[in-house]
C-alpha cells in the first residue's frame, strides 16, 4: 500500500534539505578560507601568461628539460610554449623560481611548470589563467590560480610546498561574477598587485 505525505512532512523535507546545503556551502567557504589564511595578511602580487618573456627564460639550464616535460602530442602547437618564462623571488635572499607556461588553452589558461636554477629543481606543476601569490620569508608560499570557464565563471585552486614541491590543495573553488554557480571573487585576491603592464590583455 502506497504511503503519500502529507504538506507539512513534504514542507519539512524542503526545509531540511534547504537547511543542508546551505551548511554545505558554508563549510566548504570556511575551508577555502582556511586554504587562504596564510594570504590574508601578505601583499599579493598576480601576473598572468602576458608578464611571461622569452628573455627571462634561462634557456641553456631549461630548455630541453622543459621540452621534454611537454607531452609528444603537444609539441610544436599553436598554443604550446615553454620558451618563455615569469621569474620571481618567492622567497627572502634566494635565488628567482622561474614559472614556464607550456601549454595553453583557448580560454587563456596555462600549464605551468616551475623551477628553481641554483641549484636546478623541479618545482611541480600549476594550472590557471591568473596566478597569486606572495614573497615568503619561511618557505615556498601558497599559490592560488584563477581557471577561466565561461564569461562569468571560473575556479580558484590551491597549492602548496608539500616537501619541496607544489601539490593542489583540495578541489576547486567555483567563482561566478552572477554568483549563480558559486562565489564571488575573494576581496584579499583582488587586492594582489598586477607584475606588468599588460597583465589581463
Not at 599579493?44 to 627564460?57: E, P, V
Not at 629543481?121 to 597569486?132: A, D, S, T, V
Request: aromatic content about 10%.
Amino acid at each position: 500500500m502506497p504511503l503519500f505525505l502529507n504538506h507539512g512532512d513534504a514542507m519539512a523535507k524542503v526545509l531540511f534539505g534547504t537547511a543542508l546545503l546551505a551548511l554545505s556551502l558554508a563549510a566548504g567557504a570556511t575551508a577555502e578560507d582556511h586554504r587562504w589564511r596564510s594570504l590574508k595578511t601578505r601583499k599579493l602580487i598576480t601576473f598572468d601568461f602576458n608578464c611571461a618573456r622569452t628573455d627571462s627564460f634561462p634557456n641553456a639550464s631549461l630548455s630541453k628539460i622543459v621540452q621534454r616535460a611537454i607531452k609528444s602530442e603537444d609539441r610544436g602547437g599553436p598554443t604550446t610554449y615553454g620558451d618563455r618564462a615569469y621569474a620571481i623571488i618567492l622567497q627572502n635572499q634566494r635565488a628567482p623560481i622561474y614559472f614556464v607556461p607550456t601549454v595553453c588553452g583557448a580560454t587563456g589558461n596555462c600549464m605551468w611548470r616551475l623551477y628553481a636554477i641554483k641549484p636546478l629543481k623541479y618545482l611541480g606543476e600549476i594550472n590557471g589563467q591568473y596566478i597569486y601569490t606572495y614573497q615568503s620569508s619561511n618557505g615556498l608560499p601558497t599559490i592560488v590560480t584563477y581557471g577561466h570557464i565561461s564569461a562569468s565563471e571560473g575556479g580558484l585552486s590551491t597549492y602548496v610546498a608539500d616537501k619541496g614541491k607544489y601539490r593542489r590543495l583540495g578541489g576547486e573553488y567555483r567563482i561566478d561574477a552572477q554568483k549563480l554557480n558559486g562565489h564571488s571573487m575573494p576581496k584579499l585576491l583582488e587586492t594582489a598587485k598586477p607584475q606588468c603592464k599588460d597583465y589581463g590583455g
